[in-house]
């Protein structure tokens, strides 16, 4: 009997960035664009970097393009290992678990949500004086808010208790900064989290629990739900 090999290494790495196409396209981007900012000029990776933020001036003037743009950029190019590694292990196992475009709407959702929010908590404190106008400017780039909603998603992907445990770190991650002087981006990063969080009915286990409860309302001889 023949014996089936093991696929080589470059093989199983091939197989699991096709598993994740979008978060493996998303960081080849952000690749690039780290590479830019680090071979820029100070002045041309200041001038990059608040022309791709969806600050309150580039949303006024560009809405769609920041929203867009601002997604694959970091504003520290020594920060991409960091990220590599937090797309490998958050985004990708969520893009494997939920399929593409469903993890695909739900950071998109979140990241355009927690974007257009905390903007808004930065434009209605510069009118009630509390922030300078300068921060219309502010440079507001990055992926984050997208990694804080797939985060709050990994959770049903765990098992009990490791879920549990899983949670309560992930909340007070995010959560421990809004009771200490919490930025704009702390914010966007709670509400990205609980958006995250909130697409429960995108798994597929809610999708599993909802077959099953159709097939036991459907089973001979059981009365029909109330309605």
């Known amino acids: 009997m023949k014996r ?3 696929p080589a290494p470059a093989g199983r790495v091939a197989a699991w960035v096709r598993s994740a196409p979008g978060t493996h396209i998303w960081l080849l981007v952000i690749g690039i664009t780290s590479l830019v900012i680090a071979g820029a000029t100070e002045g041309l990776g200041d001038f990059l970097l608040h022309r791709t933020s969806s600050n ?3 949303l006024n003037q560009h809405p769609l393009s920041s929203l867009l743009i601002s997604g694959f950029w970091i504003e520290n190019p020594s920060s991409f290992v960091l990220y590599a590694a937090l797309f490998e292990l958050v985004h990708a196992n969520v893009e494997r678990w939920l399929g593409t475009w469903r993890w695909l709407l739900t950071i998109g ?4 949500t927690a974007t257009l929010a905390s903007q808004e908590l930065v434009l209605l404190a510069i009118e009630g ?3 300078p106008r300068s921060m219309t400017h502010v440079v507001d780039i990055g992926v984050s808010y997208g990694l804080a909603a797939a985060a709050g998603l990994l959770t049903y992907r765990l098992p009990p208790p490791w879920r549990y445990l899983y949670l309560a770190s992930v909340i007070g991650f995010f959560g421990i900064p809004l009771l200490s002087g919490a930025t704009f981006t702390d914010i966007g990063h709670a509400i990205a989290l609980t958006l ?3 697409a429960w009915p995108l798994t597929p286990d809610a999708g599993a629990d909802a077959a099953a409860d159709g097939d036991r309302s459907a089973t001979p001889g059981r009365p029909p739900p109330d309605h």
Do not use: D, N, Q, S
């Open 129 to 131: 004086h509390r922030l």
């Open 4 to 6: 089936v090999r093991p």
């Open 109 to 112: 959702v979140a990241h355009v």
């Open 56 to 58: 309150i001036h580039e």
């Open 196 to 198: 995250g969080l909130a």
